[in-house]
């Protein structure tokens, strides 16, 4: 009799135990929700990507930023009937070396000339070349987070000198509640997404990675712009490396390099190959991009070349655990206000 009490009273505490993970597990899911990490909506059906053909729904709520020096404008609006805001990114391409042969359209009655005057030998002009020549390169983000919007805004940037204790007590806290969302990143390792544009993959779990053309790249050679995502999930930044990684490193480099080299021609003596610090997303990726192009994000404060890195980790193994980082970030993130509320950055 003692005994089925027992088994009862053993069978009671299993369904307690398992109603209690039951209620954590919803808690757990409405704090992830309630921070960024699931930031999108689940059912992925009302997604404008699907169906949009122009962009006669999109409503104008402001002007991010206009780049006039990158020919780009970053806007901020809404799609009809759609929920959520939108950021799109229109970029006038550069000019790619092999549409300009004499058999192109820019040197056909398609594309036509409008004189604007002509003063004794100068003339000057506006030109019309046909679409195929004229594209405006189209990025849209829908739905937008606010922190897309803040990384698009023109906003005033500060240096903030990161030392190991900054990280560990007011960088990476922030990081667990605030970040991009990397499900396009998993859709890439998982060929659910751009699988018919990859360019080299190696699979191994460890030291392998996916090689795919950067969503800012419009395809001209002297803009080539990669993207090494690495398999494994558990490498945020340049600030978790050590020399366990060091043979991952080096194989995105040797391996990155030859890809590139096959598809494109290009040799790696002309390729940038580097990592962002801080990136915009927590997964390790490496950039690699044409040296004869000043792509975003390769100035000194923020672009770290893979061939120093892999140099300062041979030298010391936990270097970047133990250096100070410096990065910039503007005024309107929000870890900057956790940064100014310790006093670590000041507003000018
Ligand atoms: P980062 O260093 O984390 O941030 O780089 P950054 O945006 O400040 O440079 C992430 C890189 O991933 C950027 O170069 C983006 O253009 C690129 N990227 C972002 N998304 C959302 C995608 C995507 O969906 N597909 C591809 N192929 N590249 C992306």
Redesign the pocket.
Known sequence: DSNYKTKQEQKENKLIWLLKKCVASFHYLKKLKSTHILEYPLNNCSSIHETIKDLSGFKLKNILQNNTNRKTVYLCGSFESKEGDAVVILEKTPFAEENLNTDSDYFTEKSYLEKVFQNDIYGDYKYFPTNELNTVKTTIIHPATEKHII?FSGQRCYIVDETPEIYNDIVLPHLSQEQFNLQ?VYN?LEHK??AD?IVFEDTDPNNGFVM?????WGGEIDTL?L?AVVNRRNIKSLRDLTDEHLPLLKNIKEKGIEAIKSKYGLDGTQLRIYL?YQ???YHL?I?FCSLRHEA??ILAEKAHLLSNVISNIEILPDYYKKSTIPFAIRENEKLFLALEKKGIVKKV
């Open positions: 990384k396009w890439i997404s751009e544009r795919v053309p950067d969503l800012k712009y993207l962002h990136p915009s997303f990726h950039h975003p994000g």
